[in-house]
Each structure stands twice: as structure tokens, then as C-alpha cells.
Nanobody, 129 residues
Framework: QLQLVESGGGLVQPGGSLRLSCAAS????????VGWFRQAPGKEREGVSC????????YYSDSVKGRFTMSRDKAKNTVYLQMNSLKPEDTAVYYC??????????????????????WGQGTQVTVSS
């Protein structure tokens, strides 16, 4: 059974850091595009970053560029989202998602919810003093 499990969320003060993990089971993340999405209360789910696991190329939305970094540990079959300089507006439930790789994924536009097939259950990130 294909499964993605996020972890690492929590409460952090503005300016702080968190690292989210997305662990895959039932399949390997080779040749996938893996995206991180977030959904704040009353707002639509939005894509903030992605990684293509064939070459570890990444893309970041303008809202997180320079603050968030994606990486992958192939041995652990896990993708990470390092979040630095967190702001209150980063507060949301964060989801990871995966889709078999295609050349147009994770290229020059924000990840789109309807392009990703497999989803985790989400992890809450709250940025507040």
C-alpha cells in the first residue's frame, strides 16, 4: 500500500525553524516529483515547493523562496522541508504529495494540487509568539 507520512510539525516562534519529514512506504521515491503543500484555515491548499527525485532539482514559490529548502535522503526514502525564518503567515497544515515524474513537473510554476496522486495526512505548523 502506497503511503506518505508527514512529521515534524509543531508550535514555533516567529523567526524560528522547523524541519518537516515525508516518509514513503510501499514504494520508492525514485523518479517521482514530491511536493509540499499547505492549507491555512479558510484558504485553498497551495503548493510551496517540490523536488524531482531523479536529479534533486527543486522549485520554490515566491512566498517561501530563500527561507525553505527541500532535500531527499534516498536511503531513508524520505523527503524533508527545512523551514527557516518562519512567519505567522506560514501557519497551516502542511501536506506532502507525490506523482510519477514527468518533465513538466517541478519546473517553473507552483506545484498544483490536481497534478499529485498520493497524499499524506498532514502535519500542523503554527508560528506564534
Amino acid at each position: 500500500q502506497l503511503q506518505l507520512v508527514e512529521s515534524g510539525g509543531g508550535l514555533v516562534q516567529p523567526g524560528g525553524s522547523l524541519r518537516l519529514s515525508c516518509a514513503a512506504s510501499g514504494f520508492t521515491l525514485d523518479y517521482y516529483s514530491v511536493g509540499w503543500f499547505r492549507q491555512a484555515p479558510g484558504k485553498e491548499r497551495e503548493g510551496v515547493s517540490c523536488i524531482n527525485t531523479n536529479d534533486n532539482s527543486t522549485y520554490y514559490s515566491d512566498s517561501v523562496k530563500g527561507r525553505f529548502t527541500m532535500s531527499r535522503d534516498k536511503a531513508k526514502n524520505t523527503v524533508y522541508l527545512q523551514m527557516n525564518s518562519l512567519k505567522p503567515e506560514d501557519t497551516a497544515v502542511y501536506y506532502c504529495a507525490a506523482v510519477p515524474l514527468a518533465y513538466w513537473y517541478c519546473s517553473n510554476y507552483d506545484p498544483r494540487v490536481n497534478e499529485y496522486d498520493y497524499w499524506g495526512q498532514g502535519t500542523q505548523v503554527t508560528v506564534s509568539s
